[in-house]
């Protein structure tokens, strides 16, 4: 079993930047692929970042590409997503997800694991 808690979402104006964090229970969090997928009200939820197990391959989709960056401290049983110039179009519920598998898929239905969410906010 593993539990995921994610902070760091808030209000913040365009072009600026947000680091979320993702701490995670259990001493198996390094055979884990994780991912981050956000949610609009009304919209469906989508994948913006994905990392493997061992952290050496990364994935997005082109809507983030550049802008967003996934790691992973598998010491600290945290990962992360650094977002910079972010946009109003950005602005939706984020949650981090845990797959026991090491690798990465965009489809949400096929992890394991989901955290609360945090609001992550880009207004002015």
């Known amino acids: 079993q593993v539990q995921l808690v994610e902070s760091g979402g808030e209000l913040v104006q365009p072009g600026g930047s947000l680091r979320l964090s993702c701490a995670a229970s259990?001493?198996?969090?390094?055979?884990?692929?994780m991912g981050w997928f956000r949610q609009a009200p009304g919209k469906e939820r989508l994948f913006v970042a994905g990392i493997t197990a061992s952290g050496i391959s990364t994935y997005y989709p082109d809507s983030v590409k550049g802008r967003f960056t996934i790691s992973r401290d598998n010491a600290k049983n945290t990962v992360f997503l650094q977002m910079n110039n972010l946009k109003p179009e950005d602005t939706a519920v984020y949650y981090c997800?845990?797959?026991?598998?090491?690798?990465?898929?965009?489809?949400?239905?096929?992890?394991?694991?989901w955290g609360q969410g945090t609001q992550v906010t880009v207004s002015s």
């Open positions: 259990g001493r198996t969090f390094s055979t884990y692929a």
């Open positions: 997800a845990a797959r026991s598998v090491p690798t990465v898929v965009a489809d949400g239905s096929r992890y394991d694991y």
